[in-house]
Nanobody
Framework: QVQLVESGGGSVQAGGSLSLSCTAS????????MAWYLQGPGHERELVAR???????NYADSVKGRFTISRNNTKNAVFLQMNSLKPEDTGVYSC??????????????WGQGTQVTVSS
């Protein structure tokens, strides 16, 4: 059983920073690929940042230079550091992780989502 637990988020004024974390729990699993998604008010969920198994990162144009995705393999955790936040960054952030066990079984999982509110 692989589960994700998100933490972080909250409310901040424009220009501020927040950090999100997402930890995968389960027996003998490691992180394969991971991503963060944002669902803003009245919008569909969209990709914000992702990291491949090899560590290659991709970012939405709207967050390039402001957000950073990172991982801690020892803790099976993925992070999203968000700087210079803007009101349009407001919404529910969800992590998406593909975990892998020693038998190369893959477990795609979504985090529960965490609210980020940026006020102007």
């Amino acid at each position: 059983q692989v589960q994700l637990v998100e933490s972080g988020g909250g409310s901040v004024q424009a220009g501020g920073s927040l950090s999100l974390s997402c930890t995968a729990s389960g027996t003998a699993v490691s992180l394969n690929s991971m991503a963060w998604y944002l669902q803003g008010p009245g919008h569909e969920r969209e990709l914000v940042a992702r990291m491949s198994e090899s560590g290659t990162t991709n970012y939405a144009d709207s967050v390039k230079g402001r957000f950073t995705i990172s991982r801690n393999n020892t803790k099976n955790a993925v992070f999203l550091q968000m700087n210079s936040l803007k009101p349009e960054d407001t919404g529910v952030y969800s992590c998406y992780i593909v975990a892998e066990d020693d038998s190369r079984n893959y477990y795609p999982r979504w985090g529960q989502g965490t609210q980020v509110t940026v006020s102007s």
